[in-house]
């Protein structure tokens, strides 16, 4: 008879668990911890071209921050681990979008400032992979030029949290009006010339053919990539830090910054208006939508903000004579329900960025870029493939 009854059963009378089983729980639960972990507190992103060159080089590998502007709920939120969204090796999709939850973000820690790096989701909608190349390479098209695709392309259609990634430098923040002129960038009528951070294309004359090339090499220039033009002249990327030791070589004739001429244009700029001939070096200038903004709609604010109106926040646009309709109500202006921004590159010749496709809604951004923790130079020697100096440096 048992005088214990009233006692539970002991742990050892439980059945144990399998060795594969304990690996199993193990396992499902390292992946669930580090999704929580990569979805609402820290991601690692790698750096794929030189368009934040100087700051961010090829091969850069950074911690980006999802808590200091509130992490972003998934929009998406059935998808493979890990996965941004195509499937390593198969190249399926690696995400159902049979359910889609609304933008939502929780609390962060800071607003986004003026000068911050900044993760973000491709805003120009869908890309468009070619074929007979690589699945990294893609051809951007605006939504509305779909019907001017041919044969030869594959539309894909994503979720704005599954579209590219991308990373560059918020030079306007909400409300903030932007201009450019010869190369300079303006905010709020204050002129922010480019840091030592960030390169320009500059001529470089030289008083003589007979020149050391390593002296370049050793003030930072990237001798292979500069351009002659003639004898004794060449075009070269800089940052301004590298561009006041240049001048102090007794062989430099002049240095001027390379930039076009207000007068050209260069037609795919945004916001693809034909009565705005801006180009890369002169624009503007352009008010950046913030929340509540009240904007007057007319033949010349319509270009700026017709595909924030319409494809950002989900509103039906549309013209019908000299009246706009939106959501088929007569509409002389528009109230904004999110806020924007304006991204470029530090390397500003060599970067696709705000010029080219408009603002980037705040629902499109991931987080703030805080640290490189791994950089990786794959044209450098095996024994000088870690670039040990920008190990745990930080992204100014």
């Known amino acids: 008879m048992n005088w214990k009854f009233w ?14 089983r304990e690996w199993l729980d193990a396992i ?132 704005v949290d599954k579209r590219e990634n991308l990373i560059k430098r918020c030079i306007g923040i909400s409300g903030d009006i932007v201009s450019m002129k010869d190369g300079i960038v303006s905010v709020n009528g204050k002129a922010e010339p480019l840091k030592n951070t960030g390169q320009m294309p500059y001529k470089i004359q030289l008083k003589t053919t007979d020149v050391n090339f390593d002296v370049f090499a050793e003030i930072g220039f990237t001798v292979s990539e500069m351009q002659q033009i003639n004898a004794d002249t060449y075009i070269a990327n800089a940052s301004p830090e590298m561009i006041e030791k240049l001048k102090k070589l007794d062989f430099v004739k002049s240095v001027a910054l390379e930039v076009k001429p207000e007068t050209a244009n260069d037609g795919d700029l945004f916001p693809l208006d034909p009565n705005r001939k801006w180009n890369v070096d002169n624009f503007g200038p352009i008010k950046i939508p ?12 319509i270009p700026l903000y017709y595909r924030a109106i319409r494809t950002y926040e989900g509103n039906k646009v549309e013209q019908k004579g000299n009246t706009w309709y939106i959501n088929d109500k007569p509409a ?7 806020n924007y921004y304006w991204m470029m590159g530090d390397n500003r010749h060599n970067s696709a960025d705000s010029r080219y496709w408009g603002f980037v809604p705040e629902d499109h951004i991931v987080g703030k870029a805080l640290f490189i923790w791994m950089s990786w130079d794959s044209t450098a020697s095996f024994f000088h493939k870690i670039r040990w100096g920008r190990l745990l440096s930080g992204i100014n």
């Open 7 to 20: 006692r539970k059963k002991s742990n050892v009378d439980k059945k144990k668990k399998t060795k594969t």
């Open 28 to 159: 499902i639960f390292a992946v669930i911890a580090a999704t929580i972990i990569r979805v609402f507190f820290i991601e690692a992103y790698t750096i794929p071209s030189g368009s934040m060159e100087k700051s961010l080089l090829i091969g850069d590998f950074l911690f980006v921050s999802k808590v200091n502007y509130g992490a972003r709920v998934p929009i998406t939120p059935v998808a493979f681990p890990f996965a941004h969204h195509t499937m390593p090796v198969i190249g399926t999709k690696a995400y159902w979008d049979g359910i889609q939850w609304k933008y939502r973000r929780l609390p962060g820690l800071s607003e986004i400032k003026r000068n911050d790096v900044i993760v973000f989701n491709l805003p120009v909608g869908d890309t468009v992979a070619l074929e007979n190349q690589e699945p990294s390479y893609y051809n951007l098209v605006r939504q509305s030029d779909w019907k001017t695709v041919n044969s030869q392309y594959t539309i894909t259609s994503r979720p």
């Open 290 to 301: 913030a929340r509540g903004w009240t904007v007057q709609l007319d033949s010349n604010t």
């Open 332 to 338: 002389t202006s528009y109230t904004f329900k999110m």
